[in-house]
């Protein structure tokens, strides 16, 4: 069964410190997405990793992906209050059902 | 380029009810996904359309069903409604690899 595991699930930082969000996979996978979800709102999407090493960074968070370890990190950078939300990574699941399996969340509080 | 849009925003039902949920996929994408998300958690996989045939289906009992029109629009149908039937239900279009478009979902009430 394929599972999918994000720790923390509760993250409260200060602004302007750094901290990562894991993601952990169990069977292997083509795509991994990074998504943002505001309180009572759809999902942002973030980022799509493709490859082994791959590496994004837009703004203040930065995704990678080692497909070996079956693991994926978002890296925040000198958090600001905005970007309190909860982020979700996904791991595409092909085979038959092509479908995407979300991890558990983690919901991320910004403190002034 | 338009997005994805789904209806109704927000709904209120009777358990035993039946529900019917749409969604417009963005425009020249023929894949349609329907996931639910409970309070708290993260979303579930219910299924997916391809060209108006099911093309996989998540754990989800019978109640649950769908259709896709030759505009790639999509429905999800649920009957007999329980009380952890209430979610927020979202719909992704896609086409082929790559990213997945949500829409802003709809919020399903069971009472």
């Known amino acids: 069964e394929l599972k999918v595991e994000q720790n923390p699930l509760f993250l409260s930082m200060q602004e302007g410190k750094n901290y990562t969000i894991y993601c952990n996979y169990s069977t292997t996978s083509d795509r991994l997405y990074w998504y943002r979800q505001d309180p009572g709102k759809s999902l942002e999407s973030l980022f799509v990793?493709?490859?082994?090493?791959a590496v994004k960074q837009e703004g203040r968070l930065m995704a990678s992906l080692d497909t070996k370890a079956r693991l994926s990190t978002l890296h925040i950078t000198a958090a600001v209050h905005d970007l309190s939300a909860t982020y979700f990574c996904?791991?595409?699941?092909?085979?038959?059902?092509?479908?995407?399996?979300f991890g558990t969340g983690t919901l991320l509080a910004v403190q002034p | 380029e338009t997005g994805v849009t789904q209806s109704p925003t927000h709904l209120i039902k009777t358990r035993g009810q039946q529900v019917t949920l749409r969604c417009s996929s963005q425009?020249?994408?023929?894949?349609v996904s329907w996931y639910q998300q409970a309070l708290g958690q993260g979303p579930q996989f219910i299924f997916q359309y391809y060209r108006e045939e099911e093309n996989g289906r998540g754990n989800f009992p019978p109640r649950f069903s769908g259709l896709q029109f030759p505009n790639y629009s999509s429905e999800l149908n649920v009957n007999a409604l329980e009380l952890d039937d209430s979610a927020l239900y979202l719909c992704?279009?896609?086409?082929?690899?790559?990213?997945?478009?949500f829409g802003s979902g709809t919020r399903l009430t069971v009472v």
């Open positions: 990793l493709l490859s082994n090493g």
């Open positions: 996904a791991v595409h699941y092909g085979g038959a059902t092509n479908k995407l399996i």
């Open positions: 992704a279009s896609s086409l082929g690899p790559g990213g997945y478009t």
């Open positions: 425009s020249g994408h023929n894949t």
